[in-house]
Each structure stands twice: as C-alpha cells, then as structure tokens.
Nanobody
Framework: QVQLVESGGGLVQPGGSLTLSCAASGMISSIRAMRWYRQAPGKERDYVASAISDGSTDYADSVKGRFTISRDNAKNTVYLQMGSLKPEDTAVYYC??????????????WGQGTQVTVSL
C-alpha cells in the first residue's frame, strides 16, 4: 500500500557531508510527518529529526546544527542533509512517515534503511 525507500547512504570521511533521501509511494493520502531515525551497531534505534506538515522541524540534540531535514511535498520525499559528520553518526538510517487518511486515521510506515558509515 505504502512504501518508503531510502537512498543516498555510503561511506564518508569525518567532517564530510552526505544527503539522504526518502521517497514515499503507493496509496498516499496526506503525510502528516516524515522523520528520520538511526540505529548504530549494538544500540537501540534513536530519533534523529522530524519534518511536520505545517513546515516545522525538530532535531535531536546530537545532530542539531549539523543536520537539516526538508520535504518536497510534490514528490512525497524527505531529505536529510548531514554535515560535519562524526564517526558516531555511523548507523543505518531509517525513514518514517505518518500518514492521515480522509477520515483522520493515522498510520505509520517505515523504510528498510540505508547504511551511513563515517570513517577514514
């Protein structure tokens, strides 16, 4: 019904930059929020950033000032611009979307993740 596909992951050096994309497809009604999470090896999945339908954004303290989240509503796509990358940013990054149908029901969907590795 709804599929989220992340792309843009890869290997970057510390201090470098990388931009992730997440495109939603399928039975799209209204996307209330799109969010990024990440999970490092041996750790739990952590919240990274949110882009709400009203245009507001929110960031975890660990990435504030370094990452920028944005949305292209025409393409049902969310981006995560990552700068000043650190080794501790290494993780699988997951896209999350909260959709709302015509009668107000909210459903949540997840992508399969994209690997980001920050290393020399």
């Amino acid at each position: 019904q709804v599929q989220l596909v992340e792309s843009g992951g890869g290997l970057v050096q510390p201090g470098g930059s990388l931009t992730l994309s997440c495109a939603a497809s399928g039975m799209i009604s209204s996307i209330r929020a799109m969010r990024w999470y990440r999970q490092a090896p041996g750790k739990e999945r952590d919240y990274v950033a949110s882009a709400i339908s009203d245009g507001s954004t929110d960031y975890a303290d660990s990435v504030k000032g370094r990452f920028t989240i944005s949305r292209d509503n025409a393409k049902n796509t969310v981006y995560l611009q990552m700068g000043s990358l650190k080794p501790e940013d290494t993780a699988v990054y997951y896209c999350n979307a909260v959709l709302e149908n015509h009668w107000g029901r909210r459903n949540e969907y997840w992508g399969q993740g994209t690997q980001v590795t920050v290393s020399l």
